[in-house]
C-alpha cells in the first residue's frame, strides 16, 4: 500500500527559506548570529556611516616656546597636508605650547569666548585649504577651569566639536618620569563624537587612549576612526605607544589614529614622536620617527564591514556575561 504524502503547512515558505540559506549561507549566519545575541542582551550598535576612500594627513610639529611660531608652524603644516591631497588633517597634543603644568594657565585661550587666537588661525586654515581638520589640543580657559582641548573643523572652517581630556595623565614611574595634569587642568565631560566630511570621528587625547572602555562607546556609535592627538614621553612611548594604537584597532576592528610633537631637546618634556595611523586590522598604515613631519595614508572604510563579517567579534561577545554601558547615551 502507498503511503500517503504528509502535507505541512507552510512548506513552500520553509522551501524558499531553505533554497535562500543554501545559496546565502554566509549572509543567513550573520543574521542568526545577531539575533542569538540580542536573545543574550546584546546592545544594538549605531550603523555607520556610508564607507568612503579618505586621504588623511598627519602632522608632527616642532613646538616651541614662542607661541606665534607655533601657530606659522601648524598652519604651514595645514597647508602643505591640502597640498598632498588630504582631506583629513591631524595636529598633535599641545601644538601651541610646551608640555607643562607651568605653560598651561600661561598659554591658554578662551574658546567658548571668542577670545582664542589659536582657533581663529585653525578655523581660516581649515576653510582655505579645504580640509577636515582635528587639531590637536591646546590649553583651553573655561571660567576658573583649564582643559586640554581639542577643536574639529569642517572644510569651511566651522568649529563643529570640542572633546576636553576626560582621563587627566596623573602617573609617578620613581626614577623615570612624574607628572600631574590634575594640578592645573581639569577633566573633560565625556565622549565626543562628530560626522563630518571625513566620516564619523571618535576623539580622544593621548592619556584617553588607555581606557579601552571609551574606545568601545566610540565603536558603538559607530565611529570608523579614533583620534588621538598625544605626547606620550620618552619611558611609556617606546613600549606602549604603538601597542595602545594597535589594540584599540583591532579589538574594535576600527582605524586608529595617533598623533605626537616632534621631539625638541630644548624642551623638558622630551615627547616619544612616532605619529602613525592603524587600520582595523591592527596594520601600520604610516608612521614616523621622532622628526618634524606630515605622513599621509589612505583609508578605506569599507574595510571596517569587510573585517567585522569576516571575523564578528560583536556578534560572538558574550552579552550573557557582561556589558558596556554608556552613562552619556
Not at 582621563?167 to 577633566?187: A, M, N, R, V, W
Not at 565625556?190 to 566620516?199: K, Q
Amino acid at each position: 500500500m502507498a503511503a500517503t504524502p504528509i502535507k505541512l503547512a507552510g512548506a513552500g515558505a520553509f522551501a524558499a527559506a531553505l533554497a535562500v540559506a543554501v545559496s546565502r549561507p554566509r549572509a543567513v549566519g550573520r543574521l542568526v548570529r545577531t539575533l542569538v545575541a540580542r536573545a543574550a542582551g546584546a546592545p544594538v550598535y549605531a550603523p555607520l556611516p556610508p564607507p568612503q576612500k579618505v586621504k588623511v594627513a598627519v602632522c608632527q610639529l616642532h613646538v616651541t616656546a614662542d607661541k606665534e611660531e607655533n601657530l606659522q608652524t601648524a598652519r604651514r603644516a595645514i597647508e602643505n597636508a591640502a597640498a598632498q591631497g588630504a582631506k583629513l588633517v591631524v595636529l598633535p597634543e599641545m601644538w601651541n605650547c610646551p608640555y607643562s603644568n607651568d605653560s598651561f594657565p600661561t598659554y591658554a585661550e578662551d574658546i567658548e569666548g571668542g577670545a582664542s587666537g589659536s582657533v581663529a588661525m585653525l578655523s581660516a586654515a581649515a576653510a582655505a585649504a579645504g580640509v577636515t581638520l582635528v587639531a590637536g589640543s591646546i590649553p583651553e580657559r573655561c571660567g576658573e577651569r583649564l582643559y586640554n582641548t581639542c577643536c574639529v573643523f569642517n572644510s569651511r572652517g566651522e568649529l563643529l566639536a570640542k572633546h576636553r581630556k576626560v582621563h587627566l595623565f596623573d602617573i609617578d614611574i620613581p626614577g623615570k618620569i612624574t607628572f600631574k595634569e590634575s594640578l592645573t587642568l581639569s577633566p573633560g565631560p565625556g565622549p565626543t563624537v562628530v560626522d563630518t566630511e571625513a566620516g564619523r570621528l571618535g576623539i580622544g587625547i593621548c592619556y584617553d587612549i588607555r581606557f579601552p572602555e571609551l574606545a568601545q562607546l566610540y565603536a558603538a556609535r559607530g565611529c570608523q576612526v579614533l583620534i588621538y592627538p598625544g605626547a606620550f614621553n620618552m619611558t611609556t612611548g617606546p613600549v606602549h605607544w604603538e601597542l595602545l594604537a594597535k589594540a584599540r584597532a583591532v579589538d574594535n576592528q576600527i582605524f586608529v589614529i595617533t598623533c605626537s610633537p616632534a621631539r625638541n631637546p630644548a624642551s623638558s618634556y622630551q615627547a616619544w614622536g612616532h605619529s602613525t595611523v592603524v587600520g582595523p586590522f591592527a596594520e601600520i598604515l604610516a608612521t614616523t620617527g621622532h622628526e618634524p613631519d606630515t605622513i599621509v595614508a589612505d583609508m578605506d572604510y569599507a574595510q571596517l564591514a569587510e573585517r567585522r563579517a569576516n571575523m564578528p567579534l560583536r556578534q560572538q561577545k558574550r552579552h550573557d556575561l557582561y556589558e558596556l554601558l554608556d552613562k552619556t547615551a
